[in-house]
């Protein structure tokens, strides 16, 4: 080996030890943030598992530990004289009187057999206690329709379902085993309805695992028979973006620019129509305009030709708007400059087509004051076409 | 002198390394392409100092009638933080410590680009759709009028967080687009006429026409 191969090796290890030990420390570094909670070498890992939380009391995430019986195994049914009998099985040993308010709900069509324990009651009306049993009907009273009796068998859960209560065992949906240390619900994120520890599904479709009724007194009330102009969750940005589902139209402002043409089209009182039209004026500032007219060609669309007012604005860049029918029939459009709340109401009475328009400068402490018709003129109602639009002044 | 020169290539490979490894996992934890968690987002004006006062309309006389506005029904700032487990914590600001009851309404919603969307139901409101029922206290998925799934929220002074589990982060909408409040008085009996107030989270600055929640049974 001569002089030049011995150093050359040297350095060569030399820049293999740089690179390895680099490497292996970002690994390391890497590596540390994406582990999981520490898990105490006194609990074997097969005796459960941890689950993360946010503790707000703390405001950061925890784990706690669930032990490994509250997983579920299995579900049978079977037929007896007077009803049926549901055995829910578990992976261990159930603990005669668990440190943690523990859940069973077996979800059926619109039934739920619940079972409390570790001292948590479940609030149906009447409401179910630890330790107890009861199937309750799933709608906005939560009323308890019968207590069933259980017992507990190793690793079993055992109901008897009375023939009397009507119900189709058969129908089962879905398991639910809610699991928390009493200790910290209070602190857990969503309470005992976060922390569902084990699922046990008889179907292939993805369902919604229900809340348990909540335990203030619920506030119930009908609602008005409103109706948004906009479908469900719909968001539409003027200029509009793919997902919108607007297209050009016709140029409804005369500014030489084609506008976008909203799917709206909402059929009103006095066959009448209502759309959205979105106008393009300049790169940063496109508005909004609600317009009323009759779909005379039956295409169950408000084409160009067929609008005959516009009863709603949106005049402010980067407003926000929504639009409405109430249980009368008046079409209303609120628009809201977010920057200074300055808030505008239009209302469109279908059946004599008129408009009244109130504005809010927000803050003022004066709440809403009418500005069309001009309350000198003593109408109740003006025409459409005669509000000073801004929309027509800005091209 | 050689040696120097060597360790400080290969160090210089092994930084840019780690600043490429630092940025894919900082990228992996952020589930939304326009929003890096943490980054707080604070509405375009500031909270106010008293109540405001704004009005509805009376659907009978549609005339305007006037009332308070409360500043803990009003949004002061959003940000969302990402968990080792991937859990998503949405942190919704108010201006003043939100109270234990009320006896008018009160939503929050956080819009996702499409159809999807959170909605929390705070105070005296029962929301249904097609899948079942959002009391208030709870918070839901929706997309459109359907159901996804429930999620916990939690309500600490003047803030409202809602979590999203590591499972249920894919369900959500790759874009955050807006986080709303919706509030209105009891005797009027609904949140569609009443105040809303938005803070603009996708950064595009664009108008927007919104339905509010919720859409009533047919």
């Given at each position: 080996?001569?002089?030049?191969?011995?150093?050359?090796?040297?350095?060569?290890?030399?820049?293999?030890?740089?690179?390895?030990?680099?490497?292996?420390?970002?690994?390391?570094?890497s590596h540390a943030q994406g582990l999981p909670a520490p898990v105490p070498s006194q609990v074997p890992v097969q005796a459960g598992e941890w689950k993360f939380y946010y503790d707000v009391l703390?405001?950061?995430?925890?784990?706690?530990?669930?032990?490994?019986?509250?997983?579920?195994?299995g579900y049978t049914v079977e037929s007896l004289n007077s009803g049926y009998r549901l055995t829910i099985h578990f992976s261990d040993t159930i603990p005669p009187s668990p440190s943690a308010y523990v859940t069973v709900e077996v979800y059926f069509d619109s039934y739920v057999l619940v079972y409390s324990d570790g001292g948590y009651t479940y609030c149906s009306n009447p409401p179910v206690g630890s330790g107890q049993a009861g199937i309750v009907e799933?709608?906005?009273?939560?009323?308890?329709?019968?207590?069933?009796?259980?017992?507990?068998?190793?690793?079993?859960?055992?109901?008897?379902?009375?023939?009397?209560?009507?119900m189709d065992v058969n129908t089962a949906k879905l398991v639910v085993v809610r699991y928390v240390p009493t200790d910290i619900e209070s602190r857990v994120a969503g309470g005992i309805n976060a922390c569902v520890v084990s699922l046990l599904s008889f179907t292939n479709i993805s369902s919604t695992i229900p809340d348990h009724p909540n335990c203030h007194s619920l506030q119930r009330r009908v609602p008005r028979r409103d109706e948004s102009l906009f479908p469900p969750g719909a968001s539409w940005s003027c200029p509009p973006?793919?997902?919108?589902?607007?297209?050009?139209?016709?140029?409804?402002?005369?500014?030489?620019?084609?506008?976008?043409?909203?799917?709206?089209?909402?059929?009103?009182?006095?066959?009448?129509?209502?759309?959205l039209r979105g106008l393009d004026k300049t790169e940063t500032d496109d508005r909004f305009v609600l317009v009323v007219g009759e779909d005379r060609n039956g295409n169950g669309e408000l084409d160009d030709n067929e609008i005959e007012a516009p009863i709603g604005e949106c005049p402010t860049e980067g407003g926000i708007n929504y639009g409405f029918i109430d249980e009368n029939g008046y079409i209303h459009w609120i628009n809201r400059d977010p920057r200074t709340g300055f808030t505008r109401h239009f209302i469109y009475n279908p059946q004599n087509g008129g408009l009244k328009v109130y504005i809010d400068p927000d803050g003022d402490g004066k709440g809403g004051h009418k500005v069309y018709p001009p309350p000198s003129s003593g109408q109740e109602w003006g025409d459409p076409n005669g509000y000073h639009w801004d929309w027509k002044r800005y091209r | 002198m050689r040696i120097a020169a060597r360790i400080a290539i290969m160090w210089f490979i092994i930084s840019a390394a780690a600043v490429g490894l630092w940025h894919l996992h900082k990228q992996?934890?952020?589930?939304?392409?326009?929003?890096?968690?943490?980054?707080?987002?604070?509405?375009?004006?500031?909270?106010?100092?008293?109540?405001?006062c704004t009005f509805y309309i009376d659907p009978d006389t549609t005339e305007p009638v006037n009332y308070k506005v409360p500043r803990w029904s009003m949004v002061r700032a959003f940000w969302y933080e990402v968990a080792r487990d991937g859990t998503v914590m949405f942190h919704i600001q108010m201006c003043a410590p939100l109270p234990e009851h009320s006896s008018n309404l009160?939503?929050?919603?956080?819009?996702?680009?499409?159809?999807?969307?959170?909605?929390?139901?705070?105070?005296?409101?029962?929301?249904?759709?097609?899948?079942?029922?959002?009391?208030?206290?709870?918070?839901?998925?929706?997309?459109?009028?359907?159901?996804?799934?429930?999620?916990?929220?939690?309500?600490?002074?003047?803030?409202?967080?809602?979590?999203?589990?590591?499972?249920?982060?894919?369900?959500?909408?790759?874009?955050?687009?807006?986080?709303?409040?919706?509030?209105a008085p009891e005797e009027y009996g609904s949140l569609i006429g009443?105040?809303?107030d938005g803070i603009d989270l996708s950064g595009l600055k664009r108008s927007v026409a919104i339905s509010v929640p919720p859409s009533p049974p047919k």
């Open positions: 080996m001569t002089g030049w191969e011995y150093g050359h090796t040297q350095k060569t290890r030399l820049d293999w030890l740089i690179v390895v030990t680099g490497l292996l420390a970002i690994v390391g570094c703390l405001d950061r995430g925890a784990n706690y530990f669930v032990p490994r019986w509250t997983r579920l195994s799933m709608n906005e009273e939560f009323p308890l329709i019968a207590y069933v009796p259980v017992t507990i068998q190793t690793n079993r859960m055992v109901f008897e379902i009375p023939e009397e209560v009507g973006e793919d997902d919108d589902g607007a297209r050009r139209g016709g140029d409804y402002d005369r500014n030489g620019k084609r506008d976008w043409d909203y799917p709206m089209d909402k059929p009103i009182d006095n066959g009448k129509m209502v759309d | 992996r934890q952020q589930p939304f392409a326009n929003l890096s968690p943490g980054k707080v987002v604070t509405a375009q004006h500031p909270c106010s100092e008293t109540d405001k009160m939503a929050l919603r956080i819009d996702f680009k499409g159809s999807r969307y959170v909605i929390v139901p705070l105070y005296g409101y029962t929301f249904p759709y097609t899948d079942g029922l959002i009391v208030h206290g709870e918070a839901a998925l929706v997309e459109g009028d359907h159901l996804l799934t429930f999620l916990p929220i939690s309500i600490v002074g003047e803030r409202v967080l809602v979590v999203v589990p590591a499972w249920a982060v894919k369900q959500l909408g790759r874009r955050l687009d807006y986080v709303w409040t919706f509030y009443g105040y809303f």
